[in-house]
């Protein structure tokens, strides 16, 4: 069997990362160009680009050298492996537009991108079974409220998105419940303990909130974040923890989140979410 070797080497994070390499696979069906079935993901520069600009001072005992001699994360995402005749080498660096919402009634290549995830992408079965462990022991199912809960970074360095605080996403959640009699429980992936406590505390309600624990999470201040993530940067088990974060998104049927390739990546990689609630199109 044939494979071709993807190096990932674009701004952005991991997931921006992902939708790049579903993008470019689309980009190649529509040529009628296909990729092999078969891939190798590879890590590119671009985190240690990113992390470094953004936050040098802190890299001055992390050489490039020593990035390199990281292991390859995307093994731990990936049922891949180099033990397998590589046809072909793709070095992608063009990052594609982040779609704003892919369930929007004026977007029609959600079929496109999830049709892509199921021909193409293989995810290890390590990653598969932690999915399944915490589905049952969270509880996670269609009537499971889910909840991209993000501010930190996004609104730092992204703010042509719109500046979005929890209260907008505490707000959302409110009027979901009052509408939705069928919420079982809502789960809430973050990269922040303390937005998550902050909607813990002022929901004023019975309904279960539940997340991983799997997970180291960052800071609410934006430079503590960044210096949590390039420490997380160097461990490849924290990458797939945010898959995992992804999938289990992906089994509600009604995501609230923001403009991010978090939520969007949670829409293409099955078929469980049904409605996505846009922060930025309603406070925007």
């Known amino acids: 069997m044939n494979q071709d070797w993807v190096k990932l080497d674009c701004g952005g994070g991991i997931t921006s990362q992902f939708m790049l390499l579903i993008q470019t696979l689309i980009g190649h069906e529509d ?64 990052v594609y537009g982040v ?15 999830r049709s892509c995830v199921k021909r193409y992408i293989n995810f290890k079965k390590e990653l598969l079974d932690k999915v399944e462990e915490y589905s049952k022991s969270l509880g996670i199912n269609e009537n499971t409220l889910a909840v991209h809960l ?43 303990q303390e937005d998550i406590n902050y909607v813990i505390k002022n929901l004023n309600s019975d309904i279960p909130i539940v997340f991983t624990d799997s997970r ?5 201040n934006i430079q503590n974040t960044w210096t949590d993530m ?3 940067m160097k461990d490849p088990l924290y990458w797939q923890e945010v898959f995992l974060d992804i999938l289990l998104l992906s089994k509600c049927k009604t995501l609230i989140g923001r403009i991010s390739n978090i939520p969007n990546t949670a829409m293409i990689v099955g078929d469980g979410i049904e409605r996505y609630i846009c922060i930025n199109e309603i406070y925007n």
């Open 31 to 94: 040529l009628g160009r296909p990729f092999s079935e078969r891939l190798y993901v590879d890590k590119g520069d671009s985190f240690y680009r990113l992390y470094n600009k953004s936050l040098g001072k802190y890299l001055n005992d992390f050489t490039f050298e020593e990035y390199q001699k990281l292991p390859n994360w995307w093994d731990g995402i990936f049922e891949q492996s180099l033990d397998v005749n590589t046809t072909q080498f793709w070095h992608l660096t063009k």
């Open 99 to 113: 779609p704003k919402n892919l369930l929007g009634k004026d977007y029609k290549d959600l079929s496109k991108y």
């Open 150 to 192: 993000r501010t930190t970074d996004m609104n730092y360095y992204h703010p042509h998105y719109g500046i979005i605080t929890v209260d907008y996403f505490l707000n959302e959640i409110k009027k979901e419940i009052e509408i939705n009699s069928n919420i079982s429980n809502i789960y809430i992936a973050s990269e922040s």
């Open 216 to 220: 180291k999470l960052s800071s609410d």
């Open 230 to 232: 390039c420490d997380l």
